[in-house]
């Protein structure tokens, strides 16, 4: 197994970074370039929200970065793992161990409780969760009565945060969210961006959120702008102003609703 | 509508596919089993039909019936000078005297055995008959003899050769010549042996008599005419049939026995084709739950319900046609499968080209086409019920729940079914007990969304085992109960089936081995020609018991005779030697009277007829018709078993009303201080010139009979393998469509680290169990149907029920084994799913 980098709350070190990654899909004149020389690090125990146009590339960056998809060119590290020389079998175990994961939706298995689907990552790998953490992330999550729900039995927001549980749960070294909050209403929204901001400044996380939204992405200790495949602009301590403003200077379509 | 079922059947028929193979592996079963039996009807007409040329008319001596149970009576022989009698009848132009029946043919000293008769016949030239020399001369002498081209080459004889040839009296024949009919160098499963009159009376002990006289009409004389002619100038003790009349009816014998195997087939087929509409069902459920968005769409883009309902029953309807063309190509086939398959079980069918009549086409595309439009109807209806709003709604549609009015059928069906089987084994009512299948099988499918789940989620347990995906293979069949219930269903069906038919089996084989107790005999001798009466010369009785090693020996025989309409069996003994081969419990009168005629009766056809000794039994025997038979005894009824009928008369009183003279069976009592090896020895030496005679001590007895069993049963099971196989395809296809549902769910396992290995397991996982529940449901029902009948058929004491446990064990493991093999693909794709294909998907 390679070696786990401890959660680094103090120190910029990097948790995962892109270089010069390329990646095309489609041949011929279908073919789009849907990162074009992406570079990005990803500073470790913080929050990265990553914004960009619809197109932009930001699914495919993330995607990229957590080992789902295979790159054409470039080069793609978890702490100083190199993903591009891992087999498909050890990428799947890289993600077991070391990342975590949100999406937007159907993010749990509806067969499983709440309970279960969080332990979910240890369970594959055979192990049991320890359980002083299991029960530090349910009282801060507030499921402390609905463990033993199925997924069916809870709230949207409920749900989310579970899964906001599951990706916690292995102590991953990295965390990925794509669009956590798009099916939750404003209040359920501000409630979990608020616990992923606390897992970075209170537990060391280190998160990656892919977002459209400039509220969510004013949670996030730094914004990274994406368009046309490449990183073209970013942020530090953001407010929903500025990622705003930074929005409307993409050179893109203005409408950036919708994923 | 049509246009758009068109379209949908093609655009999903990567997921119908599998539908469409299991009608037409359904309805290939029909069309086979039609084909089959036509096929061999026709080849039978044939051969009797091309034999019987050029005779016009064919005088034997009249019979009460001409044939029972698919045998040819023997009739009285004729008087010789019959023959100049019929020609000297105006109007007949040539008259010639027949003498044939059944025989044996030995080459080199080996037996030789075609699945059907060996024809002892009298050699005649053209117009009599359609048989034609291909090479030689025609047999002329006492030592000659023509065989038919077909039999001499699969034996390599040539002419020249010397052979054997046994009926009643056995002799040393050479071979002169070699004929063939028509086209066909000899009939198909048939020996055809042809020597000259006097040679065919001396072989089958005939005297001076003949069998038959077969007449041809003088020029310009009406074949039908003379034919009421001459049943007038010969009176009432002969029978005249047209030539053809009497091939149809030697035809219609051989073809009676071929019935049986049509009913049986086809309700084998039937079995399949029930099987194949569980999946048909479970599949248009699945596919339509899949695209109740689109359904929906279509809803409120205003297609009425109707207009929903009628465009899936239109795509099953394009699925049911064209796996039922597809099928019946198949069918053809599987025909010359099927015929290689029986023939090997020992059952004479004719070879040759096969028959399909456009009945077979229209019976094969219509149970295709019907069964797929019933198995299409319910989900055809919960199709219909979506409601237009589903379109706008994101969520999956919640699944249904069994319906309060169903599970109460279910119930009530299921208690009544099972009443019923209790009751009717109680009362020995074998109809009551089909009636109680009938129930408890309803009741199973009613309630199955109810049991299935429970019953995957108690077998289920050792899968934790195996970790979350163990954990979630077993949820994940208990999620979906309605589908879990039908996909089982199918294959507990045919594993019922199977499971019922084996305990069947073994029980009638301890059946058989208890018949035997009874016989205190060390050796019998029986044909090994497997021939309805037996067919073993008198000869071997004679000769045996002239050994110094024998001490008793005492023939049985078998006849039928009509009761009322009803056909039914006969035994003949010799009540004087009987008890020294044999324990006989006589419960009534004594067995010795029966040399003065009359008749023994098995006890509990005497309670079921209400007859007592000293009553009279109306019996309709060939040669002389209805007699009123005195009842002379009653005999225990384990001991009539050991005789194999309920009817018992003496050998002198079935001479005066049989033509048929072979022993059925004869059992031997060695001489005391004569060892058994030495005793059989000595036997087999004595009878070595007939070659059917086999001899066997008691264990050998019941092993052949076993054997026999087994050999029926063993075709069965291999047909009811079938049924299996649709029902196997049904676990794939259903998994393979589960995994199309479950694209996300798949996606979010592997993207959280799921092995593809961890997934695979899990959905063979699923396989297995859904194979597990099934093998448990169909095995407990099987058996208990099973326990019913034989309880049902029993009389006053319990036939005994035996459970062949190593059987049903390896049925149980190949099960499971196939369930694991059903799994492959379906966990092989699910694996290859694009991990972020599978998140994306929306």
């Known amino acids: 197994m390679t070696t786990v980098a401890p959660p680094a709350s103090t120190s910029l070190a990097v948790a995962a970074q892109a270089r010069d990654v390329v990646k095309t899909y489609g041949q011929g004149e279908a073919a789009v370039r849907a990162l074009d020389g992406a570079d990005v690090a990803i500073d470790s125990g913080r929050l990265t929200a990553?914004?960009?146009?619809?197109?932009?590339?930001?699914?495919?960056?993330?995607?990229?970065?957590?080992?789902?998809?295979?790159?054409?060119?470039?080069?793609?590290?978890?702490?100083?793992?190199?993903?591009?020389?891992?087999?498909e079998r050890e990428r799947t175990l890289l993600r077991r161990e070391r990342l975590g994961f949100v999406f937007q939706a159907f993010n749990l298995i509806p067969s499983l409780t709440a309970a279960e689907n969080i332990a979910l990552p240890l369970t594959l790998a055979g192990k049991r969760p320890d359980r002083a953490w299991l029960a530090e992330l349910v009282e801060m999550?507030?499921?402390?009565?609905?463990?033993?729900?199925?997924?069916?039995?809870?709230?949207?927001?409920?749900?989310?945060?579970?899964?906001?549980?599951?990706?916690?749960?292995a102590r991953p070294d990295l965390v990925f969210a794509d669009e956590p909050t798009g099916n939750l209403d404003s209040r359920h929204g501000a409630a979990l961006l608020g616990f992923l901001r606390d897992a970075t400044r209170t537990l060391g996380h280190t998160i990656v959120m892919v977002t459209h939204d400039p509220v969510a992405a004013s949670y996030a200790d730094r914004v990274v702008f994406l368009a046309d495949g490449r990183i073209v602009d970013e942020l530090s301590a953001p407010t929903p102003e500025t990622v705003l403003a930074r929005m409307a200077r993409l050179d893109a379509p203005a409408s950036a609703i919708g994923a | 509508m049509w246009r758009l079922a068109v379209k949908n059947a093609v655009a999903h028929r990567s997921r119908l596919t599998l539908t469409w193979l299991a009608v037409a592996l359904g309805v290939a079963f029909v069309a086979g089993s039609l084909v089959l039996t036509d096929t061999s009807s026709r080849l039978l007409d044939a051969q009797f039909r091309t034999a019987a040329a050029g005779v016009d008319l064919t005088v034997r001596a009249a019979a009460a019936f001409g044939s029972a149970m698919g045998v040819e009576v023997e009739r009285d022989p004729l008087p010789a000078h019959l023959a100049e009698r019929v020609a000297g009848t105006p109007g007949v132009g040539q008259a010639r005297a027949v003498a044939s029946g059944p025989g044996q043919l030995q080459v080199r000293g080996e037996p030789v055995r075609p699945n059907g008769p060996t024809i002892v016949g009298t050699w005649a030239e053209a117009p009599f008959t359609a048989y034609e020399l291909r090479t030689g001369r025609a047999p002329d002498g006492g030592d000659?003899?023509?065989?038919?081209?077909?039999?001499?080459?699969?034996?390599?004889?040539?002419?020249?050769?010397?052979?054997?040839?046994?009926a009643t009296v056995s002799r040393r024949l050479e071979v002169v010549g070699l004929t063939g009919v028509g086209e066909d160098d000899g009939l198909s499963d048939s020996a055809v042996v042809m020597v000259d009159l006097g040679t065919a009376q001396a072989l089958l002990d005939l005297g001076t008599g003949v069998t038959s006289v077969d007449v041809i009409a003088a020029p310009d004389v009406a074949v039908a005419e003379l034919r009421s002619d001459l049943a007038q100038a010969l009176g009432q003790e002969y029978a005249v049939t047209s030539g053809q009349d009497a091939a149809e009816a030697s035809a219609e014998a051989a073809k009676e026995s071929i019935s049986y195997l049509r009913v049986v087939l086809l309700a084998l087929a039937a079995a399949g084709l029930l099987v194949g509409a569980f999946l048909i069902a479970n599949t248009f459920g699945i596919v339509l739950s899949q695209r109740s968005r689109e359904l929906a769409l279509l809803r409120a883009a205003g297609a009425t319900g109707r207009q929903v309902f009628a465009s899936v029953l239109a795509e099953a309807l394009l699925i049911g046609i064209t796996g039922a063309a597809g099928g019946?190509?198949?069918?053809?086939?599987?025909?010359?499968?099927?015929?290689?398959?029986?023939?090997?079980?020992?059952?004479?069918?004719?070879?040759?080209?096969?028959?399909?009549?456009?009945?077979?086409?229209?019976?094969?595309?219509?149970?295709?086409?019907?069964?797929?439009?019933?198995?299409?109807?319910?989900?055809?209806?919960?199709?219909?019920?979506?409601?237009?709003?589903?379109?706008?709604r994101l969520a999956e549609p919640a699944r249904p729940r069994p319906r309060r009015r169903r599970l109460i059928t279910g119930w009530v069906l299921l208690a009544l079914?099972?009443?019923?089987?209790?009751?009717?084994?109680?009362?020995?009512?074998?109809?009551?007990?089909?009636?109680?299948?009938?129930?408890?099988?309803l009741g199973l499918v009613a309630l199955g969304p109810v049991l299935a789940p429970r019953l995957a989620n108690a077998v289920g347990r050792p899968l934790d085992g195996l970790g979350v995906p163990g954990r979630l293979a077993r949820e994940s069949t208990v999620r979906n109960p309605r589908r879990t219930a039908a996909t089982a269903m199918a294959l507990a069906l045919g594993l019922a089936l199977i499971s019922f038919v084996s305990v069947l089996g073994g029980s009638v084989k301890a059946i058989s081995a208890g018949q035997q107790?009874?016989?205190?005999?060390?050796?019998?001798?029986?044909?090994?020609?497997?021939?309805?009466?037996?067919?073993?010369?008198?000869?071997?009785?004679?000769?045996?018991?002239?050994?110094?090693?024998?001490?008793?020996t005492s023939s049985i025989r078998y006849g039928h005779w009509l009761d009322g309409g009803m056909t039914s069996a006969l035994t003949a003994v010799d009540p004087a030697t009987l008890p020294q081969v044999a324990d006989v419990e006589m419960t009534a009168g004594d067995l010795g009277d029966l040399e003065e005629g009359g008749a023994v009766l098995a006890e509990d056809i005497a309670i079921e007829r209400g007859l007592r000794v000293g009553d009279q039994l109306a019996m309709t025997l060939p040669r002389h018709g209805e007699q009123q038979v005195r009842i002379v005894g009653v005999m225990a009824d384990e001991s009539a078993q050991a005789l194999s009928s309920g009817y018992i008369l003496s050998l002198t009183t079935y001479a005066q009303h049989f033509n048929e003279d072979v022993?059925?069976?004869?059992?031997?009592?060695?001489?005391?201080?004569?060892?058994?090896?030495?005793?059989?020895?000595?036997?087999?030496?004595?009878?070595s010139d007939f070659p059917n005679a086999e001899v066997l001590d008691q264990t050998h007895a019941v092993a052949a009979r076993a054997a026999t069993v087994d050999q029926a049963l063993g075709l069965i099971t291999l047909l009811l393998g079938f049924a299996v196989v649709i029902a196997l395809l049904g676990i794939t296809n259903t998994l393979a469509l589960s995994i199309v549902e479950r694209t996300r769910e798949i996606g979010l396992l592997r993207a959280v680290g799921m092995t593809r290995r961890q997934l695979r397991s899990m959905i063979r996982a699923e396989a297995v169990l859904v194979a597990v529940v099934a093998v448990v449901a169909g095995v407990a029902v099987g058996l208990g149907l099973a326990a019913a009948t034989l309880v049902g058929l029993s009389k006053d004491e319990l036939l005994p029920i035996r459970i062949p446990v190593g059987q049903l064990l390896a049925v149980v493991g190949i099960a499971v084994l196939a369930g694991l093999a059903a799994g492959l693909l379906p966990a092989r794709r699910a694996a290859r799913l694009d991990v972020l294909t599978a998140i994306a998907t929306r």
């Open chain 1, 50 to 87: 990553i914004m960009g146009p619809s197109g932009s590339g930001k699914s495919t960056l993330v995607h990229a970065l957590a080992g789902l998809d295979t790159i054409d060119s470039g080069r793609v590290l978890i702490g100083d793992t190199e993903l591009t020389a891992l087999s």
């Open chain 2, 663 to 687: 022993d059925a069976s004869v059992f031997v009592a060695l001489a005391d201080g004569v060892d058994a090896e030495a005793g059989r020895t000595a036997l087999e030496t004595a009878v």
């Open chain 1, 141 to 169: 999550l507030g499921l402390g009565n609905r463990l033993d729900h199925r997924p069916a039995e809870l709230s949207g927001g409920q749900q989310q945060r579970v899964a906001v549980g599951r990706a916690l749960i």
């Open chain 2, 517 to 552: 107790e009874a016989l205190t005999a060390d050796l019998l001798i029986q044909s090994a020609g497997d021939e309805m009466l037996g067919g073993l010369s008198p000869e071997v009785a004679a000769r045996v018991a002239e050994l110094p090693e024998v001490g008793a």
């Open chain 2, 328 to 392: 019946t190509a198949a069918g053809v086939g599987a025909a010359y499968g099927l015929r290689g398959l029986a023939q090997r079980t020992g059952l004479a069918l004719p070879d040759g080209p096969l028959t399909v009549t456009s009945r077979t086409v229209l019976v094969a595309l219509v149970a295709g086409a019907l069964v797929t439009l019933l198995a299409a109807l319910g989900p055809a209806r919960r199709a219909a019920r979506v409601a237009p709003v589903e379109a706008m």
């Open chain 2, 417 to 441: 079914g099972v009443a019923q089987l209790g009751a009717a084994a109680y009362l020995r009512d074998i109809a009551g007990v089909a009636l109680g299948a009938v129930l408890l099988f």
């Open chain 2, 144 to 166: 000659e003899v023509v065989l038919d081209a077909a039999t001499a080459a699969a034996h390599d004889i040539a002419i020249g050769d010397t052979v054997t040839v046994s």
